[in-house]
């Protein structure tokens, strides 16, 4: 089973950006599916993001225009740019990994607040 290392979250004023990574080490990395999901208190896991293994990328209707998913093989990482952060943005972002299985990260809290 995969180990996820997720990193860079944190608190952020509306407006302001971040950079999440995802470290999922393995010889296949390439050959993932991988996405991005959110969870706020009391509210069902919502989908951020995706990136296929070709590179095919999909979002989810709130973050359209405002997130970037990417993928960098040679480091077996993914990425998720956050620009244009909103109060609804607030939640725990968890990486997502499908080997053959699928195998969720711990989770980097980001936190959007003036």
């Known amino acids: 089973q995969v180990e996820i290392v997720e990193s860079g979250g944190g608190l952020v004023q509306p407006g302001g950006s971040l950079r999440l990574s995802c470290l999922a080490p393995g010889r296949l990395f390439s050959t993932w599916f991988l996405g991005w999901y959110r969870q706020a208190p009391g509210k069902e896991r919502e989908l951020v993001a995706t990136?296929?293994?070709?590179?095919?990328?999909t979002y989810g209707d709130s973050v359209k225009g405002r997130f970037t998913i990417s993928r960098d093989n040679a480091k077996n990482t993914m990425y998720l740019q956050m620009d244009s952060l909103r109060f609804e943005d607030t939640g725990l972002y968890l990486c997502?990994?499908?080997?053959?299985?699928?195998?969720w990260g711990q989770g980097t809290q980001v936190t959007v607040s003036s």
């Open positions: 990136i296929s293994n070709s590179g095919r990328t």
């Open positions: 997502y990994v499908r080997t053959g299985i699928g195998t």
